[in-house]
């Protein structure tokens, strides 16, 4: 396997594990995981619940991008990676509705380069 093909692989996995520490990191510990995204919350609050929820989502699609990294299905992560640009992007209005333009840049930068980066993972 070549050094750039590595690399692809490399960037597959971490997609998936960015999704499944992120999903975890949200089921166990919405707080922190909210505070992550500069809008602190209460915890045993409905606003912590939610966060979970989200965290179920992403735990969810790390478990999708790894069973399609088993079948060596990289195309499919790199698909599934693409879509992740929406998330960035809602995650950004919604951040910066409620934590202003500094804790929304991230998000909306991530989104920006994610097409991309899955592009080159893909090919």
């Known amino acids: 396997m070549s050094d750039l093909q590595s690399l692809k ?3 597959n ?15 166990l510990s919405p707080t922190t995981m909210a505070a992550g995204f500069g809008m602190p919350i209460q915890d045993d609050t409905f606003a912590s619940g939610f966060v ?5 989502r992403n735990l969810t699609f790390g478990i999708i991008a790894g069973t399609f990294l088993l079948r060596r299905d990289l195309r499919a992560v790199a698909t599934m990676a ?5 998330d960035g992007v ?10 202003g333009v500094a804790a929304a840049a991230p998000h909306f930068g991530a989104a920006a380069i994610i097409p991309f ?3 080159w993972m893909s090919s």
Not at 52 to 56: F, I, P, T
């Open 82 to 86: 693409t879509l992740l640009a929406v």
């Open 90 to 99: 809602i995650d950004g209005l919604v951040t910066y509705k409620y934590s």
């Open 117 to 119: 980066v899955s592009a």
């Open 52 to 56: 979970q929820c989200m965290g179920g």
């Open 9 to 11: 692989l490399l960037a």
């Open 13 to 27: 996995y971490g997609v998936t594990a960015f999704l499944l520490s992120t999903g975890l990191l949200a089921l």
